[in-house]
């Protein structure tokens, strides 16, 4: 199977020797786990992917000349093959054409659902397009990884905000379980995750027991049949007397629990004593709001139903604030109950005192009423001159402007004068720089210069981001970034650079400069970290 290294049990299903990658030579291999790609007498694959990491694969149109394929992976990354037979056209596409069902038929039998985070990568990078340029820039030229370009601040915000959005709890959710009954007297429940979720938050004691049985002393399939089969899963749906409880049942305990956790959430809330009438009965009259004969019998049968009622809406309504209960410990944070003078009190009428600010103290109370006056100085030369020599000044300030001719012609050179014209003529203002003039740059110039401000900015803030280091992963990652800097200083930026006209490469001083800072940093790192292992 050629020269390369093959995983252990990996077959070879097609080789074509005629396929070419980024105007080079090689070998295409398909295999049983992955599409590979190689040079002529290579020892390493040049590109490898794996089946579950393709998305999909386009194929050149029929119009063109060269005959291509195009895999598109998860991330948003691509590679084209290109079938150079040299022998027919027709050669070509029938190869082609073999490469792609036959790649069609593996992808179908390695398809992998693509998880809810690479999901929601994907969105994001498909609605910003300038970030998509980024991650191909950093990720698809294997100067950053995609670990590392994720915990950008912005993406991670997004991520986390999608990820906090948590799903509310439905009031029906139990009576929306419906079982499945085959023909051997037998219920089957089909959980989900979202049911789960369900269940523990609106039962914590039923996750506290989860917690301590599985998978310890329980396998989670065992569990979930027990809890199904007892009566406190019952109670809820059928009422007291549908189920039996069971001697040996784990989960007796949990409707105990229910009833303490509730009674101190309610003993533990705020209360208002104004609005509540059962704190005054003096002042009621009798019979006002109750009855003075309850019925013994109804109020015991209904009693139990309408206390599981009001747990379950308890706990719902806690989960769904994102404050979820533990189980028989829960103690939610109690609020001070309103006083009479809270109540009656408008902030409104209250009397405030004016803030005190600081007094105003006058040196020179003289300077402050006239303001500002001439030096000494000058008072005092002007206080000397006469009359006489005053209107003297006077009259021969007024004959020498007045008499003023000014010679144009000599006031700037021929050469200077004509430079200054043709930097007009140009767009460009006298004594700008040809470099800082953009209006004269082309508008694909332009966007190069701003993904390579973006890509630059997003190493930087990786690099620096890891001062003070206090840790080895923080090291760790100076070094890859300290890598980083120079291979993008090294590759994308320096080809930049070049492509410029020699006015205009001035442009990227800026970006030098944030680079040579960063660098410059990284050495003086890295000649403490040399020193400390030297001692």
């Not at 950053?144 to 906090?164: G, H, I, K, N, Y």
């Not at 089909?190 to 996750?207: R, S």
């Not at 430079?419 to 140009?426: H, K, P, R």
Request: hydrophobic share 35%; proline share 4%; charged share 25%.
């Amino acid at each position: 199977m050629g020269s390369v290294d093959w995983d252990a049990g990996e077959e070879l299903l097609l080789e074509n020797p005629r396929v070419r990658h980024k105007k080079k030579d090689g070998v295409l291999y398909l295999t049983n786990k992955r599409v590979a790609w190689t040079e002529y007498a290579a020892s390493e694959f040049r590109v490898s992917h794996f089946y579950p990491a393709i998305r999909v694969q386009k194929i050149s149109p029929e119009t063109t000349a060269k005959i291509q394929m195009q895999v598109v992976l998860h991330d948003g990354t691509s590679c084209t093959f290109h079938f150079a037979n040299d022998a027919t056209t027709t050669a070509a596409k029938s190869e082609r054409d073999g490469v792609k069902d036959l790649l069609t038929q593996m992808l179908a039998q390695n398809r992998a659902v693509p998880s809810k985070e690479l999901e929601e990568k994907n969105r994001i990078l498909q609605s910003n397009p300038a970030l998509h340029r980024l991650y191909k820039d950093l990720v698809g030229s294997k100067i950053m990884s995609p670990e590392e370009f994720w915990e950008s601040r912005l993406m991670q915000d997004s991520v986390d905000q999608a990820a906090q959005q948590s799903a509310g709890v439905s009031s029906a959710f139990l009576a929306n379980l419906q079982p499945q009954i085959d023909g051997c007297n037998s219920v089957r429940y089909n959980l989900n995750a979202d049911t789960i979720a369900a269940i523990f938050k609106t039962y914590p004691a039923v996750k506290k027991k989860f917690q301590d049985f599985v998978p310890d002393k329980l396998s989670e399939k065992q569990f979930w049949t027990q809890f199904f089969q007892s009566q406190y899963f019952h109670r809820d749906r059928l009422g007291a007397g549908s189920a039996t409880k069971g001697k040996n049942d784990m989960f007796s305990e949990c409707a105990k629990q229910d009833e303490a956790t509730q009674l101190k959430m309610c003993l533990q809330s705020s209360q208002n004593p104004l609005l509540d009438l059962t704190k005054h009965p003096a002042h009621i009259d009798e019979g006002y709001g109750f009855s003075t004969a309850p019925n013994a019998k109804g109020a015991s049968s209904l009693q139990p139903m309408v206390r599981r009622f009001n747990h379950q809406s308890l706990m719902i309504l806690n989960s769904s604030s994102g404050a979820e209960a533990s189980s028989a410990g829960a103690e939610p944070t109690a609020k001070r109950a309103p006083t009479l003078r809270d109540t009656v009190l408008l902030p409104d009428l209250v009397r405030t005192e004016a803030p005190k600010l600081p007094s105003l103290q006058i040196r020179d109370l003289e300077r402050f009423a006239e303001g500002p006056t001439m030096a000494p100085q000058i008072v005092q030369t002007t206080a000397d001159a006469t009359s006489t020599e005053l209107s003297q000044a006077d009259t021969g300030f007024r004959h020498t402007v007045a008499s003023l001719a000014p010679n144009l012609c000599q006031a700037c050179q021929g050469g200077r004068m004509e430079e200054i014209f043709a930097q007009l003529s140009s767009g460009q203002w006298p004594g700008e720089s040809a470099g800082s003039n953009s209006m004269a740059l082309s508008e694909s110039c332009k966007d190069e210069l701003h993904s390579h401000y973006l890509a630059i900015g997003e190493l930087l803030r990786h690099f620096w981001s890891c001062f003070p280091v206090r840790t080895k992963q923080l090291e760790d990652k100076i070094v890859r970034m300290g890598t980083c800097l120079q291979a993008y200083r090294g590759n994308q930026l320096a080809i930049f650079q070049q492509a410029l006209p020699h006015e205009d490469r001035e442009l990227t001083s800026h970006l030098n400069a944030m680079l040579d800072a960063a660098l410059e940093k990284y050495r003086v790192w890295q000649a403490r970290q040399s020193t400390k292992r030297k001692t």
